[in-house]
């Protein structure tokens, strides 16, 4: 009896709450609707013959939420897909909360709908393997989420933007869609005892609360079945393989995942092995992470945090990405002011931006044609890199060696 006499006050209480929560949705959307008429739609035109567009799988942790969404919009471009993904340290309210902050943030995400948030999230270990699993798992849901993307791309939320999403598409448009832009050598070292024949474990694997890795009192011997590459982590992968790596129709990938779920910093070794060892995806191997980093000599676990005092180099350098940030730092409001031209809570603008004009609104709440980008300044710069790229692949003297 006592327990019923609850029961409808605390659904009373249960709806009143959902109800706020609906017309705060609402109202939201509402407002956007009432400011500028919803525009129309443009279809995004995939495949060759169109600009390419990208797979941007954006990982943090634990309180990340704000730095992610900012993120999203630094590289938001209505052709591209995004994943979102917080690890399994972040509560659940964290990822609905980036959820509905993501919807919310700007027209565009609702009206293309390009915009997700892993529902599952993965453990990542610090240097351990659950942070490839991690990653394929996510290549997987973008495969599956759209056919229509060229390149797979990986950020972290302490990662940036040093060219707007337009000047990125154009310089890739000169680039063979089979590309895999991944740094790598087999010139391992000392890297050869510290990396290659500890065995680790990684308890984000198997245990629920735990993401360690731990390392066993033996060693192995260095592999010959296949030669071992290793490189930064930071890659931008072809759709080609990407599916190779997923679908796994020849054993490679497979094989080299189990190998590699006991290295230490599988990340730094895992594409980068497969991808050279594979006579199909060799030649496509393009040897730049193609971000910005400085590292002190010789290089520790991670680079600077870059800060106020880079900025001469940041906004000299033609390289697309930079790492890495602490949040919300300054310097970060300068690259939207000075790079990137983004107002705090917008996307960048480029050429799909229409509502131009008035100089309170949003550029980017209305658009036009997603299927054209206007190249800046900073293209012409990225654009040579792009070349001269292209044709060390071409001489293959840098790949895979
Ligand atoms: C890769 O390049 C090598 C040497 O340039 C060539 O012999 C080989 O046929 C190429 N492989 C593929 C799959 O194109
Ligand atoms: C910027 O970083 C460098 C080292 O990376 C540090 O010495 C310097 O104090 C930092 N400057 C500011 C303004 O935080």
Same mark, same amino acid.
């Given at each position: 009896m006592a327990a019923e006499?609850?029961?409808?006050?605390?659904? $009373?209480?249960?709806?009143?709450?959902?109800?706020?929560?609906?017309?705060?949705?609402?109202?939201?959307? $509402?407002?956007?609707?009432? &400011?500028?008429?919803? @525009? $129309?739609?443009?279809?995004?035109?995939?495949?060759?013959?169109h600009p390419p567009s990208f797979a941007y799988y954006i990982s943090g942790g634990r309180g990340d939420c704000d730095r992610v969404l900012r993120l999203l919009l630094a590289v938001y471009h209505p052709r591209n897909r995004y994943l979102l993904h917080l690890s399994t340290d972040a509560s659940g309210s964290e990822r609905t909360e980036l959820a509905v902050k993501a919807r919310l943030a700007i027209p565009a995400i609702r009206a293309f709908g390009n915009v997700d948030v892993l529902g599952k999230p993965d453990a990542m270990s610090y240097t351990?393997?659950?942070?490839?699993?991690?990653?394929?798992?996510?290549?997987?849901?973008?495969?599956?989420?759209?056919?229509?993307?060229?390149? &797979?791309?990986?950020?972290?939320?302490?990662?940036? @933007?040093?060219?707007?999403?337009?000047?990125?598409?154009?310089?890739?448009?000169? $680039?063979?869609?089979?590309?895999?832009?991944?740094?790598?050598?087999?010139?391992?070292?000392?890297?050869?005892?510290?990396?290659?024949?500890?065995?680790?474990?990684?308890?984000?694997?198997?245990?629920?609360?735990?993401?360690?890795?731990?390392?066993?009192?033996?060693?192995?011997?260095?592999?010959?079945?296949?030669?071992?590459?290793?490189g930064s982590p930071w890659v931008i992968l072809s759709r080609s393989f990407m599916e190779y790596c997923v679908l796994g129709w020849e054993n490679l990938p497979r094989t080299l995942l189990m190998y590699f779920t006991n290295v230490v910093l599988s990340q730094e070794g895992y594409f980068h092995s497969v991808v050279c060892n594979s006579p199909d995806f060799k030649n496509t191997t393009v040897n730049n992470d193609l971000r910005f980093m400085l590292w002190d000599n010789p290089p520790g676990m991670q680079p600077h945090f870059l800060n106020m005092t880079n900025f001469e180099e940041i906004s000299e350098s033609e390289l697309p990405f930079a790492r890495q940030f602490q949040k919300d730092d300054p310097v970060l409001d300068k690259i939207d002011e000075k790079i990137l031209g983004r107002w705090h809570h917008q996307a960048v603008p480029g050429a799909w931006c229409s509502a131009k004009g008035s100089s309170w609104m949003d550029p980017c709440s209305k658009w036009s044609n997603v299927n054209i980008v206007k190249p800046g300044l900073r293209a012409k710069k990225f654009a040579e890199l792009m070349k001269k790229l292209l044709d060390e692949c071409k001489s293959q003297l840098n790949s895979c060696k």
């Open positions: 006499r609850w029961i409808f006050p605390l659904c $009373a209480a249960a709806f009143v709450s959902l109800l706020v929560f609906f017309y705060a949705i609402i109202g939201l959307t $509402a407002s956007s609707v009432l &400011f500028s008429r919803p @525009p $129309a739609l443009t279809y995004v035109r995939c495949g060759a013959g351990g393997s659950s942070e490839i699993a991690a990653t394929l798992h996510a290549a997987s849901v973008l495969l599956k989420l759209d056919g229509g993307w060229d390149w &797979f791309v990986t950020l972290s939320a302490t990662d940036y @933007p040093l060219m707007t999403q337009d000047d990125l598409i154009h310089v890739f448009s000169s $680039a063979p869609r089979d590309l895999n832009f991944i740094e790598h050598t087999s010139d391992l070292g000392w890297k050869e005892n510290h990396r290659v024949q500890p065995i680790v474990v990684d308890s984000g694997i198997y245990l629920a609360r735990r993401t360690k890795i731990f390392s066993a009192s033996e060693g192995r011997s260095t592999p010959d079945a296949f030669r071992f590459f290793t």
